[in-house]
């Protein structure tokens, strides 16, 4: 009888050590995604591109920037269409973002004031995302931008975890070594063309937006996995929605993943996503991110 009791226990033993692992090992899984003017300056065959990609991954957030053309009841659809029935965009005209989960979305907002596009915030189970859409033409208006989300971030709990995502338009500097004479000279050039673009400071490459972040005491999600440059642009879709044989260009990582410390410490997975389908549904690769649950 004392025999049976012991085997019992240690039955349960082994089965609670097993739930205790599976429940340790659960993930949630991060995918944002610059998606080049709604995905439609292709074809409708490169939203099913989209589709396809996100139904493979099976993440629990998608964040995706520039969803020119949709709507707050079109992308419900969408979202629908890969399992997320909670959606929210940030406006319906311009270059919006948006953000998509399995989970309900808390305590939203939708921000366009103060913002050269806009950004969302939400609660998603116990983290806070944002995502973000800085300007593409000046360092300054980025700084402005940056300062804002930074603010806002202020007012959460640093024990709760935070992550920041989307298109920085912005160059971190642990990536200084592998800009060169060509970044600098290509910017000298573009800003020479075109009076409005403003991104060199102080007629040098600017790192001090993405700096800000760090003094804040946010994390490169990438950066804590890796010491390799890998970049988010150039892909093999040019910017009119055009595939191109190759993927030439100047390499730079503009899309980011940024975690607040309660977040980093459960990052187990960040990287920049590309495989036969992110090579072309858009100008931009996306950034891809698993998380320890708690």
Not at 72 to 100: C, D, I, M, R
Not at 109 to 133: G, L, P, Q
Not at 173 to 189: C, F, I, T
Not at 233 to 238: E, G, H, R, S
């Amino acid at each position: 009888m004392q025999k049976k009791h012991i085997i019992s226990l240690l039955t349960l033993f082994f089965l609670v050590c097993i739930e205790s692992a599976a429940i340790a090992q659960e993930k949630i899984k991060i995918f944002s995604y610059n998606v080049l003017y709604g995905l439609q300056k292709d074809s409708v065959e490169n939203i099913e591109r989209y589709k396809q990609l996100i139904n493979e991954l099976q993440p629990d957030i998608v964040a995706t920037q520039e969803m020119n053309g949709w709507t707050q009841k079109t992308l419900e659809g969408l979202a629908k269409s890969y399992g997320h029935p909670y959606a929210l965009q940030s406006k319906e005209e311009g270059f919006p973002v948006a953000l998509t989960s399995k989970t309900p979305l808390v305590n939203f907002k939708k921000v366009t004031e103060n913002m050269w596009h806009s950004y969302i915030y939400a609660k998603i189970r116990d983290i806070h995302v944002f995502v973000i859409h800085f300007s593409p033409f000046s360092y300054q208006k980025r700084m402005e931008e940056v300062t804002n989300i930074i603010a806002q971030t202020a007012e959460i709990p640093a024990h709760e975890p935070i992550l920041i995502m989307g298109d920085f338009n912005s160059l971190a500097e642990s990536d200084r070594d592998h800009y060169g004479e060509k970044v600098l000279a290509g910017m000298k050039k573009s800003e020479q063309q075109h009076a409005h673009i403003r991104n060199l400071n102080n007629g040098q490459v600017d790192y001090s937006v993405l700096n800000k972040l760090v003094e804040a005491g946010f994390k490169d999600s990438y950066r804590l996995l890796s010491k390799e440059f890998d970049s988010s642009l150039p892909t093999f879709k040019d910017g009119k929605g055009k595939i191109k044989q190759t993927n030439s260009g100047i390499a730079k990582r503009i899309d980011f993943l940024w975690c607040n410390d309660a977040a980093a410490k459960r990052v187990t997975k960040s990287i920049i996503l590309k495989n036969a389908r992110t090579h072309i549904i858009s100008d931009h690769y996306p950034v891809y991110v698993e998380m320890d649950i708690q």
